[in-house]
């Protein structure tokens, strides 16, 4: 199975921040990796498929980039309603796999 | 746009199976463009894959689940179903059916299953 190591873990940061997630493939998936938001009790919300292509009435500030084994998900201006926890999908091959999650929050 | 609601008990005794169904509205689950899919969340942990189906019944199971899960469809009612057998306290977790079309777009509310006697 193909392993998904997020980085970092965790990471505080104040409103009208620019943050950055990592997400590390063990092998090569092309740009077949997707981006989730989840805030607490609730499922999570597609944000970015394809590596880079935003998902409908998402904000723009959410953007993603990479292909091959590394990728990145950059949020430009933290709003109050970003405090969550994220997480990195491959759909490249069976098993799918999920990163252990990047929680963010309020510094 | 497509709805998806889990129901099932939520409590199940060790060693038992655990059933859940997903029920589809706002579309068919007969639909070419979607996968539909299981995914869990053990409380205060990670998102895990537990297994995807296509309409016409092919099925794609985690590896690490594989000996115990089945995943199957009932076009009739627009509905898919999970079962996982001989369950432990380790398969307690909130469980998710998702729609796959460009990976999981949409989920339902997802359903908190607890293992215990």
């Known amino acids: 199975a193909i392993q998904m190591t997020q980085s970092p873990s965790s990471l505080s940061a104040s409103v009208g921040d620019r943050v950055t997630i990592t997400c590390r493939a063990s092998?090569?998936?092309?740009?077949?990796l997707g981006w989730y938001q989840q805030k607490p009790g609730k499922a999570p919300k597609l944000l970015i498929y394809a590596a880079s292509s935003l998902q409908s009435g998402v904000p723009s500030r959410f953007s993603g980039s990479g292909s091959g084994t590394d990728f990145t998900l950059t949020i430009s201006s933290l709003q109050p309603e970003d405090f969550a926890t994220y997480y990195c999908?491959?759909?490249?091959?069976?098993?799918?796999?999920f990163g252990q999650g990047t929680k963010v929050e309020i510094k | 746009q497509l709805q998806l609601q889990e129901s099932g008990p939520g409590l199940v005794k060790p060693s038992e199976t655990l059933s859940l169904t997903c029920t589809v509205s706002g579309g068919s689950i007969s639909s070419s463009s979607y996968y539909w899919g299981w995914i869990r969340q053990p409380p205060g942990k990670g998102l895990e894959w537990i297994g995807s189906i296509y309409y016409s019944g092919s099925t794609y199971y985690n590896p690490s689940l594989k000996s115990r899960v089945t995943i199957s469809v009932d076009t009739s009612k627009n509905q898919f179903s999970l079962k996982l057998s001989s369950v432990t306290a380790a398969d307690t977790a909130v469980y998710y059916c998702?729609?796959?079309?460009?990976?999981?777009?949409?989920w339902g509310q997802g359903t908190l299953v607890t293992v215990s006697s």
């Open positions: 999908l491959q759909d490249y091959n069976y098993p799918q796999t």
């Open positions: 998702a729609s796959d079309s460009t990976l999981f777009d949409y």
């Open positions: 092998q090569g998936i092309r740009n077949d």
